[in-house]
């Protein structure tokens, strides 16, 4: 085996590996391809000032450039690899692990994690070995060798493209998303919009925003692909212990009128000072007149809501009919709901973790008892009610900060409860109250600004919030499994 051979064995080898995690990419339809994701994590990796001047030469196209580097970088190191396969068989294994590893690592850190992300980057690894078994068999060079090469790079190759292409006509999916999202974005609903109340938001800078903008909002689900739906053909079929069954059309429901609602949601795998929670307005019709419509008989207590992927969650029919403002929702910030959040109806429930309540892509409803049934959840371990628990998170600041006048900013929340107070303590130190912005209910989070006056050092900040039954959260730690975590949030320092 040549030294050229070997290399271009691994530049193949790292193509057919990368066609075929596209290919599976699409397969599986993954928001992004491990490449994307690996493209994404180097963007994110980029030093500010580097990535700023690397703008400055290349402009909009940096996007294309991360990727085309990226590209550029897994053929290269794939062309290690065959170099190195005949001589340093370890070396070369350990590479190829190393970018295995590198790739999942690069598709968990994203918000979107798969684990079939993680499958396509370990089948591309060993599509890389197969290669590189296949490309040298380990024979001397001869020119019967250099033949059985050419024609072995030559079968690989055309491989590579028909699964390139293959993943591209995968994108069928695509095209359905193009689609729904032309449908979506022709729809005019009748909607409040992205009208923030006044006062209730600081604008501390660097601070997340009081309203949590579409694209920045936390995406918790279990499908692998979006459901894609037609509001055109989207129904919801109302069923169970009612006196009248009834199935909605989405016209159904705008006929209906929309209300809106500021409500602040939240995952209950959100750890102690996570961010898998947001806030935003939504407009939907009230559960509860929908309830109140079919008549829900004497005995049912939940609602067991099936989305359009089969996730099913249920909620205690008392938290859906007690007035708060428990929405069948159809929009998100003014805008139709996004494909990710549950397009073209889901339900927002205030007080309640998503997990028993936010049903995205809804579309069956069936009155019962929490007796009879057990939802995906709470197959797996979770609680069953899901109310959400009194919480604080310290936003500000991040890492380190200059001695004298530090801003510390962050969110208190318990929807359907709300805070009364928000106080911060350094190293162990006394509490202090926090200044609290205005919230225009009891459905949302509230932010809470706190000046510090910082001596250079390590410190610790820990914040605690009391709700407006006069209970502080409490500081005994608990993990996100079975029904929230709880504990004080806290975050170190280095003021210099
Ligand atoms: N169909 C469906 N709806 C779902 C889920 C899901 O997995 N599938 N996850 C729930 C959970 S756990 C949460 S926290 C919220 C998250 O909603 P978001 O992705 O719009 O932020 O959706 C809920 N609705
Ligand atoms: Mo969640």
Redesign the pocket.
Known sequence: MTRRRGFASGVLAAAAAVAVSEALAALFNLRESPVLALGQTVIRLTPGGIAEAIIGVVGTKDKPLAVASVLAAILLLGGLAGLWWSTRRTWSIGLVIALVVAAAAAVIGRPYAYGAGVIACILAGLVVVAVLIALQPGEAVTESGRREFLRTAAVIAVATVIVGGAGELLGSRRRRRQEIERVRESLRLPTRGVAVPSGVDFGVKDQPRWLTPNDE???????LSK?LIDPNEWELRIHGMVDREMTLTYQDLLDRGLKDAWIT?????NPVGGD?I?NATWSGVPIKDLLEEVGVQAGADALLST???G?N?GTPLEALMDGRDALLALTMNGEPLPV???FPV??VVPGL???V??????TDWEVTRFQDFSA??TQRGWGPLGPIKTQARIDLPRGSAEAGKVMVAGVAWQQQVGISSVEVRVDGGPWQKATLAKVPNLDTWVQWTWQWDAEPGEHTIEARATNSEGEPQTSKIADVLPDGATGYPGIRVSIT
Request: proline letters at 3%; one cysteine or more; a neutral charge.
């Open positions: 909002f936390y995406v918790i689900d279990t499908v459901p949601l939240c995952c209950v795998s898998l947001g989305s359009a992927d996730w969650c990710a959040h549950g889901r339900q973790y998503g997990y309540s936010a049903t995205k892509w809804v995906y959840w």
